[in-house]
């Protein structure tokens, strides 16, 4: 009996003092990221924009490389026409 009685004494003590510093850990984090939202999202945004210019300009090379090799293919099909 004295040993149910003890844990329920500790699983309300840990209820009491976990539950308001659970709380409190989580508001903390939550005005972190408030802080951070306007310029940490400002940033980000043009890291965003920036690779998706880096990405638009490596689809443009691709293309010209591949528009290239095709008129490579085809120029050496007209001269070798036999090992095609």
């Given at each position: ?6 844990g ?58 591949q528009e ?11 001269e ?5």
């Amino acid at each position: 009996m004295f040993l149910m009685l003890l844990g329920v004494v500790t699983v309300v003590t840990i209820a009491a003092v976990g539950r308001p510093l659970a709380e409190a850990y989580a508001e903390r984090e939550k005005a972190r990221y408030r802080e951070l939202g306007s310029d940490a999202e400002a940033k980000l945004k043009q890291r965003i924009e920036f690779l998706e210019s880096e990405v638009n300009d490596l689809k443009g090379q691709l293309k010209l490389i591949q528009e290239t090799s095709d008129y490579t293919v085809k120029m050496l099909e007209k001269e070798h026409p036999e090992k095609t």
